[in-house]
């Protein structure tokens, strides 16, 4: 079972936001272990207040948003629909999710503050099924081909993980924009019936280890693939698939183009997962080998360079030190009693409890009205 958010992108372009959020978790799901299978899925959003024209409600005060993230109302016109449509196309079904909204200024040790979600909660889940002797990941062999199957490169999704990590408003508009990545479902299942095709093989399958791209494109998975399996990598930037041929070395390396997974298989076993591709359409290419030494190379050979030449451990963060320490400073908050039955109504059109005509609303809110306006 996975779950996992996909909030910047969806702020600023609902529909391929929530859409790549679905499509990154089902490959979440697929490149765990050796292989496995996703199965179904969910989909759920946290927002601002909708303020739905003509249906204003009494708690939803306009605070203003920054210029290029969307409404709330916007996200959840489109958001919802990007995130079915992907599962939908892909083959798997949404079953569940969920949907709140919050917005407004509470006191706190900081004086009045403003909380909300401007910037949503777009959450991405699912559950799947694998093999139990696939469950862990196998040794890379030294010589392994390194694979990217998938779609190819184009110039769209950079810098999103970077992005993702400001806060909403505080980065570069057009760095926003060129941040949100494109789907394409129908690439994804192509890949998923390659990776469908080698864990039915069992002890034959030719997938010795399996990471899918996200954040960072291939700067960051192939140099994860190599590192978690205790291994380095030669690489070569002009094997890699590309629909746009004036990229960069750094866009190529960089680009967040979905529907891509990596790929080690033993070159003994490169015929085999050839034909599979083949057989399904799926497009994928050899970019390097695997290295004894934990060492990281890639060369170009349009510019006969070497735009990476470094350690394995660098780019995975191993070097990194985290001291995480908080403190919880309590504020004097103050709350509205509930008033009568106007409150109850209000209550219901409130998203937590709409879908159930006033039952799911919180016991504080409905036990006083219940027996004297006639509620169950």
């Known amino acids: 079972m996975k779950v996992e958010t996909h909030n910047h992108p969806t702020a600023i372009s609902p529909w391929p936001g929530a859409a790549t959020g679905s499509g990154g978790e089902i490959r979440d799901e ?32 306009d605070f203003g948003k920054p210029e290029r993230i969307v409404t709330a109302l916007d996200i959840m016109t489109e958001g919802p629909l990007g995130g079915a449509a992907f599962n939908n196309e892909f083959g798997r079904p949404a079953l569940t999710g969920y949907f709140r909204t919050y917005e407004e200024k509470v006191n706190s040790h900081n004086g009045e503050e403003l909380r909300g979600y401007h910037k949503p909660i777009m959450l991405a889940g699912g559950i799947g099924n694998i093999r139990a002797d696939h469950v862990q990941k196998g040794e890379i062999v030294v010589g392994a081909k390194l694979i990217v199957l998938g779609g190819p490169a184009m110039n769209i999704g950079l810098g999103g993980g970077a992005a993702s990590s400001m806060a909403s408003g505080q980065s570069d508009a057009d760095l926003d924009f060129a941040s949100v990545q494109r789907d394409n479902p129908e690439m994804e299942r192509r890949c998923q019936e390659v990776i469908d095709r080698c864990w039915q093989l069992g002890d034959a399958n030719p997938i010795l280890f399996i990471h899918d791209v996200g954040a960072g494109g291939l700067s960051n998975a192939m140099p994860e693939l190599v590192s978690d399996g205790g291994r380095g990598g030669k690489f070569e930037l002009r094997d890699i698939l590309s629909d746009e041929p004036g990229m960069s070395p750094l866009e190529i390396w960089c680009n967040e183009s979905q529907e891509r997974y990596v790929l080690a298989v033993a070159a003994d076993q490169l015929p085999l997962f050839d034909e599979l591709c083949k057989r399904e359409r ?95």
């Open 30 to 61: 697929g490149a765990t272990g050796r292989g496995a299978k996703p199965k179904a899925g969910l989909v759920g959003f946290s927002v601002s207040n909708l303020r739905i024209p003509g249906f204003e409600q009494p708690w939803e005060e």
């Open 282 to 376: 799926a497009p994928y290419a050899v970019i390097g080998d695997a290295t004894e030494e934990q060492h990281l190379s890639l060369h170009d050979n349009h510019f006969d360079n070497q735009p990476i030449d470094l350690a394995a451990g660098c780019p995975a963060g191993q070097n990194a030190e985290n001291d995480p320490r908080c403190a919880n400073i309590e504020g004097e908050r103050r709350c509205a009693e509930p008033r009568g039955y106007h409150n109850c109504r209000r209550g219901k059109s409130y998203s937590a409890s709409a879908d159930r005509g006033g039952k799911n609303l919180p016991c504080h809110y409905w036990r006083p009205y219940r027996h004297r306006y006639g509620g169950a």
